[in-house]
């Protein structure tokens, strides 16, 4: 069954603090790995988007890992701001080509304090 | 260039009514794709749309039903509304044409409260 795990479901840190959210998943075939942003109530923002042949891609103070052989994402957010409080979402891409089979995670939900 | 766009922002309902949500697509995207989501949970597919037909489908009744216009924009509608569809509804819009790396851009969503 293609499933998307994710993990901690959620995580208290401190502003200017790091962090790793991991995701793994069991989607096959694997086309593509996305990570998501949602603030509460709105719509996901896309941060990252990694095929199998990358392993690392960053957007700011956000780098995402792949590693296609373990079926392993992981996504680190440096020097965290009280702005990036949201829901993180890996969402992988079961076809190529086929925008429809994405495979959602239920997110991890990441506060970040003063 | 504007994003997606949703409408209405938020709709209350009562249990066997039936609801119509529509979505515009971002400039120069022709695919709209439709998704459930539940407080606390991911988005779940519902469907997807190209070309004014409905391309794919994911795990939901044919009380879920779409349809997609020659602009590209799209509506969802949801007949004999149940409680459990009370959600958090999203549209995301692509590009057909890209497809290794394309990103879907979602709207901020309608959230549907059935009473």
């Known amino acids: 069954k293609n499933q998307v795990e994710q993990s901690p479901q959620s995580l208290i840190i401190l502003e200017g603090k790091n962090c790793t959210l991991q995701c793994n998943y069991t989607v096959s075939p694997f086309s593509n790995l996305r990570w998501y942003k949602q603030d509460t109530g709105r719509g996901p923002v896309s941060l990252t988007i990694?095929?199998?042949?990358?392993n690392t891609k960053s957007n700011g103070r956000y780098t995402a890992t792949l590693d296609a052989d373990t079926k392993q994402s992981s996504l680190h957010i440096t020097a965290s701001q009280l702005s990036d409080s949201a829901s993180y979402i890996c969402?992988?891409?079961?076809?190529?080509?086929?925008?429809?089979?994405?495979?959602f995670g239920k997110g991890t939900k990441l506060s970040v304090k003063p | 260039d504007a994003g997606v766009t949703q409408s209405p922002t938020h709709l209350i309902k009562t249990r066997g009514q039936q609801v119509t949500l529509r979505c515009s697509p971002k400039?120069?995207?022709?695919?709209v794709s439709w998704y459930q989501q539940a407080l606390g949970q991911g988005p779940q597919f519902i469907f997807q749309y190209y070309e004014e037909e409905e391309r794919q489908r994911g795990n939901f009744p044919d009380r879920f039903s779409g349809h997609q216009f020659p602009n590209y924009s799209s509506e969802l509608n949801v007949n004999a509304l149940l409680l459990g569809d009370s959600a958090l509804y999203l549209c995301a819009s692509s590009s057909a044409a890209q497809t290794y790396t394309d990103t879907q851009y979602f709207g901020p969503g309608t959230r549907l409260t059935v009473l």
């Open positions: 969402v992988v891409s079961g076809s190529e080509g086929s925008q429809g089979n994405l495979i």
């Open positions: 990694m095929t199998f042949s990358e």
């Open positions: 400039s120069g995207h022709d695919t």
